[in-house]
């Protein structure tokens, strides 16, 4: 089973989401493929709305690790249900690295996620200087440890995405390659804190229509996280098609 998941990132308005998310809808999903689109908080309940018995889930692209309560700004799993969100985004780099998430922050997010059933995505990554430095299993390996290690929650249904920051909205991809060997490195990790379970590795980062095929080919690249070219309708079918 492969997961194509569409990261709207902070784009679009709502009626533009609304026409989207239709022209999205009207396209089945073949067998095999789960299709997740994730647009901004304000847009769930539009997008949510025109995905409704379809073939495609609806995430959302962050989440409080808190239930309720004074958090100023904050959104909790339990609203995001309350929305039909099924899956949820957590870590992205652009959260780490602009907002300043911890990866004790993605953990505790990610453990009331699968308190809540919703399935959290998982995202890790190095940037340029780090793969430059030759680091970037040491930092993704990281990354991983701190969401897997000892961890009291059931972790059966957490989708890792690795998305190499230097590949994000860069047009430039990891080599189908570059991507295989780090998701490889990631199947090694999750074998260590989760024994006996296989988790979701998706590839993230200038994931398009004319690359997707070698990408998915890959034995240890289950799917992929889509920002930019998730936001064409066209295009995202090609995506969850798996090809050009
Ligand atoms: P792009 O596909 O635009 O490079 O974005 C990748 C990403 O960050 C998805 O979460």
Redesign the pocket.
């Given at each position: 089973m492969k997961i194509i998941?569409g990261?709207w990132?902070m784009n679009t308005g709502i009626e533009e989401a609304g026409k989207l998310a239709q022209a999205i809808a009207e396209k089945p999903v073949k067998d095999g493929v789960r299709a997740v689109v994730c647009p901004p908080f304000t847009h769930l309940q539009t997008v949510g709305a025109q995905l409704k018995d379809t073939d495609y889930a609806l995430g959302a692209q962050n989440m409080s690790p808190y239930d309720d309560g004074a958090y100023t700004g904050e959104i909790s799993a339990k609203m995001l249900k309350e929305l039909g969100v099924a899956y949820v985004?957590l870590g992205?780099?652009?959260r780490r690295e602009i907002m300043g998430e911890t990866d004790a922050l993605v953990r505790e997010k990610m453990e009331k996620a699968l308190k809540e059933d919703l399935v959290p995505i998982v995202?890790v990554g190095e940037n340029l200087e780090q793969r430059e430095a030759g680091k970037e299993k040491d930092v993704v390996g990281k990354q991983v440890a701190a969401v897997l290690e000892n961890a009291a929650a059931d972790l059966s249904s957490v989708v890792i995405?690795y998305?190499p920051i230097w590949?994000?909205?860069?047009?430039k991809t990891a080599s189908a390659e570059q991507a295989e060997e780090m998701c490889a490195f990631i199947y090694e990790q999750v074998e260590k804190f989760v024994p006996g379970k296989t988790l979701p590795v998706l590839y993230?980062?200038?994931?398009?229509p004319e690359n997707v095929e070698e990408l998915l080919a890959q034995p240890h690249i289950d799917g992929a996280?889509?920002?930019?070219?998730?936001l064409k309708a066209d295009s995202y079918h090609k995506l969850v098609e798996g090809r050009a």
């Open positions: 998941a990261n990132k985004i992205h780099s652009e995202c995405a998305e590949a994000i909205g860069t047009g993230g980062g200038s994931v398009k996280l889509v920002g930019g070219a998730s």
